[in-house]
């Protein structure tokens, strides 16, 4: 019997080196491993073999077999690396799990056409902080205290933080205040645009929201005059609403340039107001510290919001920041 198992071991490495093919494989399985192989029949049959060799007939043919099974997987996976995990329990054959790329925000992308299209007209980018003191959102902006203007931003005051001034803090209402800090901290020449969030006190609704982007821009220079102002804020329309876009000033009131203006893109039909610029008013250059006489600069307000609106014909600025990705996975 013993003989019989080592012939048997014998004859099944030999027959493993003629498996080619995995239908080879399964027949020298069935062959050596199946129900009816030899060895089964041994192993099967032990319990009427003589007492004296049971144990050993046993262990050996025992022994054979896992190790007939093992050669069996190796060969398997020589043939067909992907068999072998089929009979595991890892299964190649489940649909992946999708990756969900992320992908930026229409805001986001709209401020980075923007920054795009200023950098190309030599603007640089500056920041400035969102929680700002009263001084810069409104004083060195030409908005004293109690003055009616004061009114055009309704603020959200942080009402423990006082400077030593007895200055008040605040969410700052829109970009200008960077203007002031910016002058204020160096020399002309300077363009820059300023993007950043900025927050009212208001009661939100389809074209108003408590919290928003704003892109400021400022240059100040020798005898920068009203053309640079159109002629710079023509090109930016023409290159974020294209090459034939027409655009319309109209006078307006902002407490800080001088003249105002507003400005608008003829879309679809309509005239639609995206910025409100003008020429640097004196007394801001006065409390920014220039005396040159023959500074002279403009600056601008745009809400990206209200261009990403335009551009992709969205009718609620409260989508934007409502996280629905119904919406977001639609830019
Ligand atoms: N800061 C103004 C606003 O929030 C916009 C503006 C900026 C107007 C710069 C003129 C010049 O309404």
Request: glycine residues 6%; negative net charge.
């Amino acid at each position: 019997m013993l003989e019989k198992l080592k012939k048997l071991e014998k004859q099944a490495n030999l027959g493993l080196k003629s498996c080619n093919s995995v239908p080879d494989l399964e027949e020298w399985k069935i062959k050596f491993l199946g129900r009816k192989s030899e060895l089964s029949l041994i192993l099967k049959d032990i319990k009427n073999i003589d007492v004296s060799l049971k144990k050993e007939v046993g262990m050996l043919g025992n022994k054979l077999r896992i190790e007939l099974e093992a050669l069996y997987n190796d060969h398997l996976e020589r043939l067909e690396p992907s068999k072998k995990e089929q009979n595991s329990s890892l299964d190649h054959f489940l649909p992946g799990r999708e990756v969900k790329v992320g992908k930026l925000h229409p805001v986001t992308q709209t401020l980075r056409e923007i920054k795009k299209a200023f950098s190309s007209l030599g603007f640089q980018v500056a920041e400035g902080p969102e929680i700002e003191w009263d001084k810069y959102n409104f004083d060195m902006l030409n908005i004293p205290e109690d003055h009616p203007a004061r009114d055009m931003w309704d603020t959200m005051w942080i009402d423990e933080k006082m400077n030593s001034n007895g200055e008040k803090m605040l969410l700052r209402t829109h970009t200008s205040p960077v203007q002031a800090r910016i002058m204020e901290s160096q020399d002309p020449p300077i363009r820059v645009i300023v993007p950043g969030k900025c927050y009212r006190y208001e009661a939100t609704d389809a074209t108003h929201e408590w919290h928003f982007y704003q892109v400021e821009g400022l240059a100040v220079d020798k005898n920068l005059t009203f053309a640079d102002l159109k002629g710079t804020l023509y090109e930016f329309a023409k290159k974020i609403f294209g090459n034939d876009t027409k655009i319309r000033f109209r006078c307006d009131y902002f407490p800080f340039v001088e003249p105002g203006v507003d400005m608008s893109i003829f879309w679809e039909g309509k005239w639609l107001e995206i910025l409100g610029a003008g020429m640097v008013h004196p007394k801001v250059f006065e409390k920014a510290g220039y005396t040159d006489p023959n500074i002279s600069g403009f600056a601008f307000g745009m809400g990206p919001e209200r261009i990403a609106m335009i551009k992709h014909n969205i009718d609620d600025i409260r989508l934007f920041y409502s996280n629905d990705l119904r919406f977001l996975n639609q830019f």
